[in-house]
């Protein structure tokens, strides 16, 4: 490594745009930091690149950030930019804030633009097709555009791969057409009539989300939201910001001892609000997931895990009061429902579906959205770079299946074990490693410990 290492980061979502700003917050002597990403500004992805105004933040803005030193920073940029004015129900009468998420990423993008136009930071808008070692140490970077940069430092901040389509639906995907397998790709809600029969598969956050978004462009069909257990994202409750419960003294080891704890402390006082115990939980989910075995944190996922997401990510009011009123207005119904045969009738899809409990129906519809979270088994694979790191055993899968094994430092680790000390896995893909780092406070704080680590071993390799 040079005495004044180049830096260089393949993906601007927020947790790239994070880590460039904290690097370059302190002045310094380092080469500009390279982002690489396609998008035309840093700080969006697909979590805050979102156009539709009805995909709001699902926390007041009062408790989002790019740095943990400063948790009102996007409350003060709101009040100073009149960001708001447009929006007359963003705010509650409580004054809690709730703006588009798109809002959120013009505000990453404006506290990295002195930056940028200073030469601090890079902007390269291309996409990365490959990534090789350098014999001399670092590493070559090709794009799309047919360029090669150096980097002697590299963060990966990708973000996870679109949802996969149910086994069931897999000669739906065959025929293209009325299958949306990637809500989030532009364009992808567009075809979908007013009066459309539509299916969505899973009930979280995007479900919501894709019901706000067609109940917006004037959609006044049936829409039928299924997962296995029927569990909905609770709403957030913006006044309830205490956190109540140690579990991180003397952390359970087992899955089961997880789920008690927690358990108890709900029943301890049946009035305290949910939300409370569950603060607790988030704050103090590092140390209970570093206490748990391998196997123990797989069957935490595997047992636990729609539950816990689905009161972990809360709604924002405002698309919570649209599925209410869908669902008393009849044109929402949520089912405990599995697919277990999905077969195309002319211009619709007929379904079998089997409830929770073991009863057949059936039903036809003529649209299917996926809306059931990353394929994490298609990390590797997702990306031309990533799948070429993967077959160098560069990088290799957590064991528990969330995404790319990495140290506690953010190191990636090689299929080999070893960690690569240049070589950096930074935001969701690392979750395996942390336990909770889907929320925006956990991101900011493990981009601020990527870039705290990265000064540090440069500074250690300079002297």
Excluded: C, K
Excluded at 448 to 463: C, H, P, S, V
Aim: glycine share 12%; proline share 6%.
């Amino acid at each position: 490594m040079s005495d004044r290492p180049r830096i260089g980061i393949i993906g601007g979502g927020f947790s790239g745009a994070a880590i460039a700003w904290h690097l370059t917050d302190g002045g310094g002597d380092l080469p500009p930091v390279t982002v690489f990403e396609p998008r035309e500004a840093l700080g969006q992805g697909v979590a805050y690149g979102a156009r539709d105004p009805r995909h709001r933040i699902n926390v007041p803005a009062a408790r989002m950030s790019l740095a943990t030193a400063m948790p009102d920073d996007f409350q003060a940029w709101l009040t100073a930019d009149g960001a708001l004015a447009a929006d007359p129900e963003a705010v509650l009468a409580d004054g809690a804030a709730y703006p588009a998420r798109s809002v959120f990423g013009r505000y990453v993008a404006a506290r990295l633009a002195p930056r940028l136009a200073g030469g601090q930071v890079v902007h390269r808008r291309a996409r990365v097709s490959g990534v090789v070692p350098r014999a001399e140490g670092g590493w070559w970077i090709t794009t799309d555009d047919g360029a090669r940069d150096r980097a002697d430092i590299l963060v990966i901040a990708t973000s996870h791969p679109a949802p996969a389509a149910p086994a069931a639906l897999a000669g739906l995907a065959e025929g293209g057409g009325r299958l949306v397998a990637d809500p989030w790709a532009a364009g992808a809600l567009d075809g979908i009539g007013p009066d459309d029969r539509v299916l969505i598969v899973g009930t979280g956050l995007s479900m919501a989300d894709v019901v706000a978004s067609l109940d917006g462009a004037g959609h006044r069909g049936r829409i039928v939201a299924l997962s296995r257990r029927g569990q909905v994202s609770q709403a957030d409750l913006s006044d309830v910001t205490d956190a109540w419960g140690d579990f991180s003294t003397e952390p359970a080891v087992t899955a089961r001892g997880v789920l008690r704890r927690v358990r108890l402390a709900l029943r301890d006082d049946p009035d305290r609000p949910w939300q409370t115990v569950f603060n607790a939980v988030r704050r103090q989910a590092g140390a209970i997931w570093a206490a748990l075995p391998v196997v123990e944190r797989r069957r935490l996922v595997r047992h636990v895990r729609p539950f816990w997401d689905t009161r972990r990510f809360r709604i924002a009011p405002q698309v919570e009061r649209v599925l209410h009123r869908r669902i008393a207005g009849e044109t929402l119904e949520v089912l405990a429902a599995r697919i277990e045969a999905a077969d195309r009738q002319g211009e619709g899809i007929d379904v079998m579906l089997r409830r929770r409990g073991g009863g057949l129906s059936f039903a036809s519809f003529d649209v299917v959205v996926t809306t059931t979270g990353p394929d994490h088994a298609r990390i590797l694979s997702s990306q031309l770079f990533l799948a070429g790191l993967g077959r160098q055993g560069l990088l290799r899968p957590d064991p528990v299946g969330l995404g790319v094994d990495t140290d506690r430092e953010g190191h990636a680790v090689s299929a080999e074990g070893e960690t690569v000390p240049t070589l950096f896995v930074a935001g969701p893909l690392s979750r395996g490693t942390f336990g909770e780092l889907m929320g925006l406070p956990e991101v900011t704080a493990n981009a601020e410990m990527i870039a705290a680590t990265i000064l540090r071993e440069a500074r250690r390799g300079a002297g």
